[in-house]
């Protein structure tokens, strides 16, 4: 009989592999170098992701994110298991990079993870319209173009896909109308390619974050300080009485991209503190 340490070691492992939601699977995460999608990619790498190509536009903000992942992976993932692509989501030809450099590196998709997104806000009269172009070929035209063409990968792995949507695309805002039609396209293209893809026992799911603590606001909407002031009143306007962090969207759609949501198709996942449910009195 094996010592007594060595059962314990035993035990640890199989309490590890049991917490574990991925095998070997290979996964795209857009935007994983900032904010929501940097976390995603870190979650999937702790519960066992076999292989990631990350994507973004700042090189050394991949880097840290890949860096992440393999630390948080207890040593399964090495500097291979990790592929980049930088580029812009607007431009086909990153999309289109980006799954052939999956495939040449990994040979597979399974999951593919359409996180990347932009905010502009603004009343109609004074927004140009080019923000909206810009928002829906950011937000939604690559999230189509990248589906497009990992469906005949995902077609083989019965894999899945999660977009991210957002509370924006639940509820109207006065002054976001650009963002909220891009957020309610996200669900709607959701639910429909969920309907076409079930026959090949592809799952596409969207989470919709509420309020979330991370740069997207700061980039050029706001200073610092009016984002700590949003965060605080935050904590009234969700239920559970604070904004949300990147890690409480992150566990949300590892488990929707995971096998253990296999009966799961077509959801639209508030992430948001019961934020939806809201309405002013
Ligand atoms: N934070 C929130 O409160 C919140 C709430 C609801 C929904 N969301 C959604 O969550 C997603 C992630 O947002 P976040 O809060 O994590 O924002 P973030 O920190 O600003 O990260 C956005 C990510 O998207 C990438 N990206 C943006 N435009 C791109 C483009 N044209 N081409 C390629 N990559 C591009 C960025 O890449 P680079 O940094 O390398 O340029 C970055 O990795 C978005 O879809 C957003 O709408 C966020």
């Known amino acids: 009989m094996a ?32 904010g ?4 995603v990619a870190s979650k999937l790498a702790e519960l066992g992701i076999g292989k990631l190509c990350l994507t973004g536009r700042q090189l050394d903000s991949l880097n ?18 990790i592929t980049n692509v930088i580029g812009n989501l607007s431009d086909e030809a990153t999309c289109k990079k980006i799954v052939d450099k999956t495939i040449e590196s990994f040979g597979q998709v399974d999951i593919l993870i359409n996180n990347a997104g932009m905010i502009k ?19 939604v035209r690559s999230m189509l173009v990248l589906s497009k063409l990992c469906i005949p990968h995902l077609r083989k792995t019965k894999g899945s896909i999660v977009n991210m949507g957002s509370v924006y695309g639940m509820q109207p805002f006065a002054d976001a109308g650009y963002h909220c039609m891009s957020k309610a396209a996200v669900h709607m293209f959701t639910q429909c390619l969920a309907l076409e893809l079930a026959v090949d026992g592809i799952r596409v799911n969207c989470v919709n974050p509420g309020l979330i603590r991370t740069n997207i606001l700061t980039r050029e909407l706001m200073t610092d300080q009016e984002f700590d002031k949003l965060l605080e009143d935050g904590k009234r306007q969700h239920p559970l009485g604070r904004s949300g962090e990147p890690e409480d969207v992150a566990k949300a759609v590892a488990f929707l991209a995971s096998k253990k949501a296999s009966f799961i198709t077509g959801n639209i996942t508030p992430v948001d503190g019961g934020r939806n449910l809201m309405c002013p009195r």
Request: aromatic share 6%.
């Open 3 to 34: 010592p007594f340490h060595s059962q314990l070691r035993i035990l640890f492992i199989a309490h590890f592999k049991m917490m574990l939601l991925f095998t070997n699977e290979v996964a795209i995460v857009t935007g994983a170098s900032s």
């Open 36 to 39: 929501i999608g940097a976390e």
């Open 64 to 81: 840290q994110t890949k860096q992440s992942c393999i630390s948080k992976s207890n040593g399964k993932l090495t500097e291979d298991d």
């Open 121 to 139: 806000l603004g009343p109609l009269e004074s927004c140009p319209i080019e923000d909206f172009d810009q928002l829906m070929n950011v937000n």
